[in-house]
């Protein structure tokens, strides 16, 4: 008797691996065809090699260099209050939550169900002769079913690892957005710097144009001068009085500003004074610059996550080729009349225990549909993080053109400078002798308030540059540690590849 048995279950277990063979739908070599750029085969240009390469990483709070107390109050106030920073915090929570209901699919799952009833059943005239005629009952169920998914092919395992990857790529999104938040606070009240300087000019111009009013009016009184004259010097006086006002307007307006980043009302804007920015802090570059960009920057370390993220959705499409094995067990009680717990009764009771198989056979393509559209998001990932890394590389190369170019700018114009004030001293004084007429003042007058201003513009835009170069670099709000490594950003057969060539080396 021994001998048949030990063939049926032979016979069962062919039977079985032949279903599971044949249950394994094939992919036809279907496969993502992007490749990251290796960051280090980046050329970083002339302006990066020539650069401070010996500077540490920017900090997190970099904007203390701007040594502004008030500055340093209004980012903290932003960080603690801006709306659209609230909301990726809340996409970070959002994303943390859907990694751990992705965790528990790897728990073995217990449902219970409970249903108590109590009925009441028709008359004899309905009903009929029966012990139910005219009677109340009690018809109550109660059962308790456990199932568990075995994981062999690592399904379950990667669509969690897929959600944490998410959740990661949006705390990077999170930081990127703070560090936006806190370089738009900078810029800002940077302008609002540069529109106090440029009110001083304005208005000490304005008063240089009332001292030449007032001379033009001694001439004519003392008969050297003509009426023509006193009214050319009056001409300019609305206009400037205009631009004064046109600068107060654009401050009133940066204190507004700030106070929506911070997510204040306007009137939380009033009290800020004026900006005593002092930046002295030379800015310089890091070194292995490429590189370590890669965990620095929060758009890179967001970027390199999704494509992490991308990987273990084409890991889980390729699963869903192989067969799923489930545990399914349920014990229960069911009673149709009698006392209330009448159903809780061994006799009352069933129980079912056994594995569930699901076969893909024939579905119609769907399942390389699926995984091509997998690939294809894995493509689009990195695509985008390749483009990423070249934008990084580009705009961390700009900030170093630029303050290269701004520091030379800057001498070239504080020497216009000093020769327009030459200038006007001497044509003023011309003027005042009867040596020359009031268009050479006008003229030297004109010149010296645009160089002025050119000076105005250029000092707020390297303090403006400094910030940029600080948030190209990454802002100091994320550490490598935080991004993932390059073997997560691969599918599983090309990650098993390279840890093999890793092994074998």
């Known amino acids: 008797m021994q001998i048949p048995v030990q063939k049926g279950i032979a016979a069962l277990a062919v039977l079985t691996i032949s279903l599971v063979i044949a249950g394994c739908a094939s992919t036809r070599g279907i496969a993502p065809q992007a490749r990251g750029i290796d960051a280090s085969s980046l050329d970083a240009g002339a ?8 500077a540490q990483w920017p900090v997190a709070d970099w904007w203390r260099a701007y040594n502004d107390p008030q500055l340093d109050a209004w980012i903290k106030a932003a960080q ?26 790897l728990s073995p799952q217990v449902d219970g169900n409970l249903s108590i009833e109590r009925q009441h059943w028709p008359d004899n005239d309905w009903y009929g002769p029966g012990p139910f005629a005219d009677a109340n009952t009690w018809n109550n169920t109660g059962t308790l ?42 810029r800002t009240y940077i302008g609002m710097s540069m529109n106090y300087a440029l009110l001083d000019i304005a208005k000490a111009t304005l008063q240089q144009q009332q001292q030449i009013v007032d001379l033009a009016t001694r001439r004519l009184n003392g008969g050297l001068g ?16 205009r631009q004064i006002d046109a600068l107060e307007e654009e401050i009133a307006l940066g204190r507004n500003q700030l106070a929506a980043l911070a997510g204040k009302g306007p009137g939380a804007g009033d009290p800020i004074t004026r900006p005593t920015l002092a930046l002295s802090v030379p800015a310089g570059l890091p070194s292995a ?36 094995i489930n545990l399914l067990a349920s014990i229960g009680g069911y009673a149709a009349a009698g006392p209330m717990f009448e159903f809780l009764r061994s006799a009352a009771g069933s129980w079912t225990a056994g594995p569930a198989l699901a076969l893909p056979i024939f579905d119609g393509g769907r399942l390389r549909s699926q995984l091509g559209a997998a690939d294809a998001g894995y493509d689009e990932a990195v695509d985008r993080y390749n483009q990423t890394i ?13 303050i290269r170019s701004l520091d030379t700018q800057e001498d070239d114009a504080r020497r216009s400078v000093a020769t327009a004030r030459k200038n006007y001293e001497l044509s003023r004084e011309g003027y005042r002798r009867g040596l020359t007429d009031y268009l050479n003042v006008l003229v030297a007058q004109s010149q010296l308030l645009h160089v002025q201003q050119g000076v105005a513009h250029i000092q707020a835009e390297r303090l403006s540059v400094y910030a940029s170069l600080m948030t190209a670099l990454g802002g100091g709000l994320a550490e490598p540690s935080d991004s993932p490594k390059t073997v997560q950003t691969l599918p599983g057969s090309r990650a098993e590849a390279q840890q093999g060539v890793r092994h074998a080396t």
């Open 47 to 54: 302006a990066v090699r020539a650069a401070n390469a010996d």
């Open 80 to 105: 603690g209050g801006n709306p659209t920073l609230a909301v990726a915090q809340a996409r970070v929570r959002e994303a943390q939550s859907m990694a751990g209901v992705a965790r528990a699919a």
């Open 145 to 186: 079913g456990l199932s568990y998914h075995l994981d062999l092919w690592g399904k379950d395992k990667n669509t969690a690892e897929r959600a944490l990857d998410i959740a990661h790529a949006s705390a990077a999104d999170e930081r990127a957005a703070q560090l936006e938040l806190e370089g738009n606070v900078v």
């Open 226 to 241: 003509t009426q023509l004259d006193v009214s050319q010097a009056e001409t300019p006086l609305p206009e400037y009085e």
């Open 289 to 324: 610059l490429p590189v370590d960009l890669l965990g620095h920057r929060p758009d890179i370390v967001a970027a390199r996550w999704t494509v992490a993220a991308q990987a273990r959705g084409i890991d889980v499409a390729k699963g869903n080729f192989y067969p799923d």
């Open 390 to 402: 070249v934008s990084a590389l580009k705009d961390v190369a700009d900030q170093v053109v630029r």
